[in-house]
């Protein structure tokens, strides 16, 4: 069962590793992972040479990020706190780059944008993935929540009674760019995976390495955004 957890972790993620790894080949970083939990990419990072530090509300989480960093002989550093005190956690510049990766969502996404680039270095770089508003609109409404689909469609602020707020890409730029940040990249991210049955990636052998060079060859394709579960976007300040 791990290895099918595994496997269908690296299909919903591929797309984001390709864009963070290719941004930041042949350098040693200072990294920062806002709601990093147990450290899904923190330690990948950490085994890349990057200086990682990932800041996170929950103890428990940094608990398992200690435990996996020590399994992988490697050094992250934990800390307690959220994007409303991160400057006060981690220091104004002390980031050459920032993971914000399903945190938008639950925060107030301006003061959250605000206290990332006073964290960030002089063209430090923002990862940001984000659930997008168009997927959720459709789930939603082929799961029969036909009221909750009209809300995120039409609604002001859009909010997924599940799982937070939901934006489209145009959205995330706008934010962005009031925020003092420049939009280099936007990627759709799990176009398929989550319309695939999971017995299907789990069991079918070489369908979740088939899967991911799906979701790879769409990732960079306009037309594919607007059914991507999430949005990822490369921005520097």
């Known amino acids: 069962?791990?290895?099918s957890r595994e496997q269908r972790g690296s299909v919903r993620t591929a797309v984001v590793w390709d864009a963070l790894e290719a941004a930041l080949e042949g350098r040693t970083l200072d990294v920062v992972d806002i709601g990093g939990g147990t450290g899904g990419f923190a330690v990948r990072l950490a085994e890349s040479g990057h200086r990682v530090r990932v800041v996170d509300p929950s103890p428990d989480a940094l608990a398992s990020l200690s435990r996996r960093a020590r399994e992988a002989d490697l050094e992250v550093v934990g800390l307690q706190g959220d994007v409303t005190d991160l400057v006060e956690v981690v220091g104004a510049g002390s980031a050459d780059v920032v993971l914000c990766h399903g945190?938008?969502?639950?925060?107030?996404?301006v003061l959250a944008l605000v206290n990332i680039r006073q964290?960030?270095?002089p063209d430090g770089l923002l990862s940001?993935?984000?659930?997008?508003?168009?997927?959720a609109v459709l789930a939603r409404a082929m799961a029969g929540?036909?009221?909750?689909?009209?809300?995120?469609?039409d609604?002001?602020?859009p909010v997924d009674a599940r799982t937070g707020r939901r934006f489209?890409?145009?959205?995330?730029e706008a934010l962005l760019a009031a925020a003092g940040f420049t939009t280099s990249a936007v990627h759709a991210v799990r176009v398929f995976t989550d319309l695939v049955p999971s017995a299907?990636?789990?069991?079918?052998?070489?369908?979740?390495a088939a899967l991911v060079e799906l979701e790879r060859a769409v990732a960079d394709r306009p037309e594919y955004l607007p059914l991507a579960t999430q949005v990822h976007l490369l921005a520097s300040r």
């Not at 489209?168 to 995330?172: K, V």
């Open 128 to 135: 940001l993935v984000v659930g997008q508003r168009h997927a």
């Open 145 to 153: 929540h036909f009221q909750q689909a009209r809300n995120l469609l």
């Open 103 to 109: 945190v938008l969502e639950v925060v107030d996404p």
């Open 119 to 121: 964290v960030l270095r």
């Open 1 to 3: 069962m791990a290895t």
């Open 155 to 157: 609604g002001r602020q």
């Open 168 to 172: 489209t890409a145009a959205e995330l």
């Open 200 to 208: 299907l990636v789990d069991l079918e052998p070489g369908a979740a």
